[in-house]
């Protein structure tokens, strides 16, 4: 069955940086493109960008240029989300989800808390 | 960048009930997504291509809607209903959520 299964939670200081990751099974990886969203507590869902999982090629919301990098390791089926110089407004949970159309398949979210 | 304004944001339904949740586009667009989003877990598909349900989805759900304006719609509300509900189109290499509507039982 198709799974996307995400990283552990992480609790960092202001300024410092986090990877999470997205490990996709029980379908061909680079046939389906992944995005990633972001849901601040208490908030609503907003829309990161996503990457072409076939060629790597990644392409980010306006408001996620610069701080944030999505990357793969395509050998492993997995999608990478980094963030850099972490604030206290990137305290989130942050999904990822299986392009088909519409989201079809969702990551069970990694919750990242940045407090100093 | 379109913006999606639900709803209301807010509502509380009887079981039995009947439920719209409003989705309005700021230009046309033509289709619209919903998801389901209960506390503490990840959203789920809904409703795709404006008004098809995503597989499990029971049919008491419906979605229509053309245009700036989508809605979704529960012909008898039920316990396991309450969730929050969103929408979602793409316009302009963009995606885009509706800021979601929460459903309580009455």
């Known amino acids: 069955q198709i799974q996307l299964v995400q990283s552990g939670p992480e609790l960092k200081k202001p300024g410092e940086s986090v990877k999470i990751s997205c490990k996709a099974s029980?379908?061909?990886?680079?046939?389906?493109?992944m995005h990633w969203v972001k849901q601040a507590p208490g908030k609503g869902l907003k829309w990161m960008g996503w990457?072409?999982?076939?060629?790597?090629?990644?392409t980010y919301a306006d408001d996620f240029k610069g701080r944030f990098v999505f990357s793969l390791e395509a050998s492993a089926s997995t999608a990478n989300l980094q963030i850099s110089n972490l604030k206290n407004e990137d305290t989130a949970t942050y999904f990822c989800?299986?392009?088909?159309?519409?989201?079809?398949?969702w990551g069970q979210g990694v919750m990242v808390t940045v407090s100093s | 960048e379109i913006v999606l304004t639900q709803s209301p944001t807010t509502m509380a339904a009887s079981p039995g009930e009947k439920v719209t949740i409003t989705c309005r586009a700021s230009?046309?667009?033509?289709?619209m997504h919903w998801y389901q989003q209960k506390p503490g877990a990840s959203p789920k598909p809904w409703i795709y291509?404006?008004?098809k349900l995503a597989s499990g989805v029971p049919n008491r759900f419906s979605g229509s809607g053309s245009g700036t304006s989508y809605s979704l719609t529960i012909s008898s509300m039920e316990t396991e209903d309450t969730a929050t509900y969103y929408c979602q189109q793409w316009s302009s290499n963009s995606w885009t959520f509706g800021g979601g509507t929460k459903l309580e039982l009455k």
């Open positions: 989800a299986r392009d088909y159309g519409s989201f079809d398949y």
């Open positions: 291509d404006t008004s």
């Open positions: 230009s046309s667009v033509s289709y």
């Open positions: 990457i072409n999982t076939y060629t790597g090629k990644p």
């Open positions: 029980g379908y061909t990886f680079t046939d389906y493109a």
